[in-house]
């Protein structure tokens, strides 16, 4: 780790820097424009992304973590010999530090360019539940710049990187470690024990009050939690095969990178906000094969929140998922809360999504202080069994609602073949009468046991052709 006042000059030269897919520094908020050929498919835009999301290369040559000093009995602190392994295989010019069968107990973790960190098939990596062996660094927190602990596997502007095997990765929360922090009274939190909630009101503060990132300093005796796995500023990103657990706060949450692919990954925490999947103002992005079953959303896409999203103006842009499978969790494919950066592109495909505890399959989710614009989202193919509220949910009624003075924007969101089995409505629309929703294309929808009439409220070019609700054709939704 590099000491604070080189932290911070390297921050104060690379904050307004954002990776191209074309592996090219750009300056923030250049963004492709999707395809505006009038009566185009939607969907022959896929391959073009597909064919630049390429897994990242390494060379051939393995480093041991054992013979690094790791020790898999559960016991030996095993950070220093994973840190000198990655070193190792980095000055070397890459390849993969394997991480054999046992169990290893580690601090804070961070990847360079040209390492895959292979976990191996029955090795477990459990992070230390001490606050203190992780050290500040540049992460996003709900969508906010700051410095605070490090996420336990981390990067920062490296490119060709991987985190790939059939072993575990444990984060160790639980209700007596980080999950209290968001003032978890079922874990046994109580008024007085420390809490979250004034750190991330003065972080907040700093974001609409644009205060120097540099300046927003938490991190140990503050309590916002790290998420689990933050690649920051990377390009050419491979996470694949693991089992994640027990994650402290998000999981999977690439911020402003590109070229990112999320595979074959099985996430499983029930602890606050432990959302499986977020791509954080990142372009060109894959998931694929995942099971997710959280205690927040499945997959969220997100671009910053409020000023500070508006500050680094960079969506999240050409993003595939596929051949999922959602279990709990808020939303199945969420976009948004922290989306002022906008989202555009985003395709949804072969997915099936089935639990009680999952609120809507499809969820948007925006407000007049986040101000972003979300278009062009597609999905198709998607069979859904029970969820709680609506097969789509777009609300610009969450959290602050209309109190602000930036205008949300959805607009070009089409399903197709997209069946639910069970569910309290078909969709749940909520927009605003100075901001309507706009351009809601069905096609071929079936929704099974519904138990209301669709919410519609402040939204424009709504179409439906071949959608049915508990067996009858409808031609457009009523109150």
Known sequence: MTSRRTFLRSLAGSSALLLGSEGTWLTRGATRQPDERPGADPWQQLPAILTRIQPPHFPDREWNALKFGAVGDGK???????????????????????????????????????????????????????????????????????????PFIYAFQQENIGITGEGTLDGNADCAHWWPWKRQTKCGWKAGDPEQSKDRNLLFSFGEQRTPVEQRVFGEGHYLRPQFIQPYQCKNVLIEGLTLLNSPMWQVTPALCSNVIVRDLTIDSSGPNTDGCDPDSCRDVLIENCVFNTGDDCIAIKSGRNGDGRRLHTPSENIVIRGCRMANGHGGVTIGSEISGGVRNVFVENCHMDSPRLDSAIRIKNNAMRGGTIENIFVRNVDVGRVALAGLSIDFLYEEGAAGSFTPVVQDVDLRNVEVQNTKYAVFLRGLPNAPIREVRMTDCIFENVAQSSIVENATGISLAGVRINGELVEKFTA
Request: hydrophobic share 45%; proline share 4%; glycine share 12%.
């Open 76 to 150: 030996a602190d095993c950070t220093a010999a994973f840190r000198a392994a990655i070193a190792a295989c980095h000055r070397a010019g890459g390849g993969r530090v394997r991480v054999p069968a046992g169990e290893y107990l580690t601090g804070a973790l961070r990847l360079l360019s040209g390492v895959n960190l292979e976990v191996g098939k029955g090795a477990t990596i459990r992070f230390s539940r001490d606050p203190r062996v992780y050290p500040n660094v540049l992460t996003r927190w709900e969508g906010v710049e700051l410095l605070n602990f490090s």
